[in-house]
């Protein structure tokens, strides 16, 4: 069973450009969740999604959003990057998104802002 | 923000058998332990997760102390491949909108396996 697939894995943009970030969960899971992954910070939420509906946001501004497909798969949008957005991208998916079912993470997509 | 406490570092020789605790004195009666390792550059891996019970896979061995307020996961025999950074997390598994999908990461436990 192929697991969750990031793409791409890296990336390089500059200040003030947009980003779209893109992720396929597990076959048959319906919620996909994002994190940021930086040294400073550590890993942090920012939203989940589950029938294509958002369900949960984290402290994130409003640059950063995302939207999900019928078929599960989803995508997040980085809007007007600054340096600080530079990071690894974490998707996650499980079966549901209840508190009881193991999220299963893609290796996620490094992106660098210049 | 995360409810657990784990020690920083923790080295274990090559072969031998990996314990690693995480404190969690204040979880409530139907919150989830779990268990992740995240390897450099690498997505964080699912290991286990459990309520009350002790809990095994093939990858690990998951001691939930009788008053819940600690654990400890096992790594039977441990190796190079299994140097890590360790996180344990502590889930509601009430179906609350305010924390579906989210999962709390502290700073984990850096295990480091040597020869």
């Known amino acids: 069973k192929a697991g969750v697939t990031q793409t791409p894995r890296y990336l390089i943009k500059t200040r003030g450009q947009q980003v779209t970030l893109s992720c396929s969960p597990i076959?048959?899971?319906?919620?996909v969740s994002w994190y940021q992954q930086t040294p400073g910070q550590g890993l942090q939420f920012l939203f989940e999604y589950f029938s294509e509906t958002q369900r949960n946001k984290g402290n994130f501004p409003g640059r950063f959003s995302g939207r999900q497909f019928s078929n599960s798969r989803s995508e997040m949008n980085v809007s007007t990057l600054e340096l600080g957005d530079s990071a690894l991208y974490l998707c996650?998916?499980?079966?549901?998104?209840?508190?009881?079912?193991?999220?299963?993470f893609g290796d996620g997509t490094r992106l660098s802002i210049l | 923000d995360a409810k657990t406490t784990q020690p920083p570092s923790m080295d274990c020789a090559e072969g031998r058998a990996a314990n690693l605790p995480c404190n969690h004195s204040?979880?409530?009666?139907?919150?989830?332990v779990y268990w992740y390792r995240q390897i450099h550059s690498q997505g964080p891996q699912y290991i286990i997760h459990g309520l009350k019970n002790n809990e095994t896979n093939e990858m690990a061995s998951l001691i939930i102390t009788e008053d819940r307020k600690s654990s400890t996961l096992i790594l039977p025999h441990a190796t190079l491949r299994d140097t890590a950074v360790y996180y344990c997390?502590?889930?509601?598994?009430?179906?609350?909108?305010?924390?579906?999908?989210?999962?709390?990461f502290g700073r984990g436990t850096q295990l480091t396996v040597w020869p």
């Open positions: 076959s048959g899971h319906r919620s």
């Open positions: 996650a998916s499980s079966l549901l998104g209840a508190n009881n079912q193991p999220q299963h």
């Open positions: 204040t979880i409530s009666g139907n919150e989830y």
């Open positions: 997390i502590v889930r509601d598994p009430a179906d609350r909108g305010s924390t579906l999908g989210r999962l709390y």
